[in-house]
Structure formats: structure tokens, C-alpha cells
């Protein structure tokens, strides 16, 4: 049985003093359910005073991104270690913003992903179509790049360790979101995949988040699904009611 898991994806959005508050007024209402696992994405900028917030309760914390060399003159650029410091656990990794406005590839997202394996991080590897690739009946080829891109070189016991969020392009922060029996189908496909690169055991046990405006009001149908194991939040993470009925939808 897959435990559920429900993170919110902040974006550039809040400043350090805003996060601060967004975390209080979550820790307040979700901090001690311990139904589905939360996680909380904050700008780096926040990483911190978040962390200290969410102090006590069961709210995890991430970052929505990271760089894959360790330490060097990588300008703007975050590592594992500044993330790890400051009580980050997950890690967003190939976000569809990166990959359309920050030339993100398959090969980066592999990168990342190993080396937030090696350093003790679980990334959260996002996969997702465009409504172009969508319409040219490409969306399969496309989500089975990333996922095999993804993972490439990646042993079944690392890959034992990650999460994959599925977000159609299309359905990120539009409000259009994929129907529960879409998203079931892109989720079933990418459980296909994992069989066909590993086995039964990590196509079974890896949790499948889906993402692109879950709502109060959608979050219950998706995650019903049998092979949708939460959502990946962005717009209804920056509401504490919101993202509060989300993760009681998961629980
Ligand atoms: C996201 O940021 O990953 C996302 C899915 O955003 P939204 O929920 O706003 O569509």
C-alpha cells in the first residue's frame, strides 16, 4: 500500500516574511495530520525560516530545484549540502518551468537526480506533455523520454528511493486540469515503464504524483484513482485552507 503524499510547489512566490507565515498558518492546520505526507516547497530564500516554523509538526520540507556538482563557480546556482543545512529532505527536479524557460533537459534531470540520490535527498522527478506533443499524439514518446532520460543509470535500489510527479503542461497553473481517467491512463503507462526498466517491486512501489491545478474540489476524484498516489501542488499550496482540503482529500 502507497502511502500518499501531497507537496506544495511555491514557485517564486513569497517573500522570507510571507513564508514564514504561510508555514504558521499550515503548521497550525495540517501539522499533526499524520494521513498523507506533506511537504512544503519554499524559495531558497525561505528554505530557512520555514524550516524553523515547521519545527515539531509532520510538514517536510523542499527545494524546487538543485544543482548537480558540489561546491564551485556556478553563479545563482544551489547544492545539496546548502539544502541539506538548512532541513530541506525532498527535492523538486525537472519542474516543466525549468525545462521550458531554463533549458533544462533529460540529461540535467539525470544529473540532479543522482546527485540528490547520493547526497540522502528524495527528488520528486517531473515528467509531463505539452498540449503541442499532446495533440500530435506524441505524449507517450514524450513522457517515456523523460521518465527513461530521467533515470538513466539509475540502480533499482535509488530508484526505490524517488517519487515522480506526471504534469501535463498544459494543466500547470491554467486551471484546465487532466480528467482523474487522463491522468490514470499517463500514471498506469508510466507504472508500464518502471516494470519494463526495473521490475514489478519498484512499479508498485514508487509513488506517482500528479500535477497541474488540483483543486479543493478535484483533489478527491484524482487521487481515488488506483495509481495516483497524490499531487504535486502549485497555485491551491499558497492557500493553508486550500492546500489543507488537498492533503485531507489524500488522507
Ligand atoms: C506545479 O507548480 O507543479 C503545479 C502543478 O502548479 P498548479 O497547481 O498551479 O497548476
Not at 71 to 86: C, N, R
Not at 112 to 131: D, F, H, M, Q, R
Not at 204 to 218: A, Q
Not at 232 to 242: N, V, Y
Amino acid at each position: 500500500m502507497r502511502r500518499k503524499f501531497v507537496a506544495g510547489n511555491w514557485k517564486m512566490y513569497k517573500t522570507p516574511s510571507e513564508a514564514e507565515t504561510l508555514a504558521g498558518d499550515l503548521k497550525s492546520a495540517i501539522g499533526a495530520l499524520n494521513g498523507a505526507e506533506m511537504v512544503v516547497c519554499p524559495p531558497y530564500t525561505a528554505l530557512d525560516r520555514v524550516n524553523r516554523v515547521i519545527q515539531g509538526s509532520n510538514i517536510r520540507l523542499g527545494a524546487q530545484d538543485l544543482h548537480w556538482e558540489d561546491q564551485g563557480a556556478y553563479t545563482g546556482k544551489i547544492s545539496h549540502d546548502m539544502l541539506k543545512d538548512v532541513g530541506v529532505s525532498h527535492v523538486i527536479i525537472g519542474h516543466s518551468e525549468q525545462r521550458t524557460y531554463f533549458h533544462e533537459t533529460n540529461e540535467t534531470v539525470n544529473k540532479k537526480t543522482v546527485k540528490a540520490l547520493s547526497s540522502g535527498l528524495t527528488p520528486i522527478v517531473c515528467v509531463g506533455e505539452t498540449l503541442d506533443e499532446r495533440e500530435a499524439g506524441r505524449m507517450h514518446d514524450v513522457v517515456q523520454s523523460h521518465v527513461r532520460g530521467g533515470y538513466a543509470g539509475i540502480s533499482k535500489a535509488d530508484a526505490l528511493k524517488t517519487i515522480i510527479a506526471y504534469e501535463p503542461v498544459w494543466a500547470i497553473g491554467t486551471g484546465k486540469t487532466a480528467t482523474p481517467e487522463q491522468a490514470q491512463e499517463v500514471h498506469a503507462f508510466i507504472r508500464g515503464l518502471l516494470k519494463e526498466m526495473y521490475d514489478a517491486e519498484v512499479a508498485e512501489s514508487l509513488r506517482i504524483l500528479y500535477g497541474g491545478s488540483v483543486k479543493p474540489d478535484n483533489a478527491g476524484e484524482l487521487f481515488s484513482q488506483p495509481d495516483i498516489d497524490g499531487g504535486l501542488i502549485g497555485g491551491a499550496a499558497l492557500k493553508a485552507p486550500d492546500f489543507k482540503a488537498i492533503v485531507e482529500a489524500a488522507s
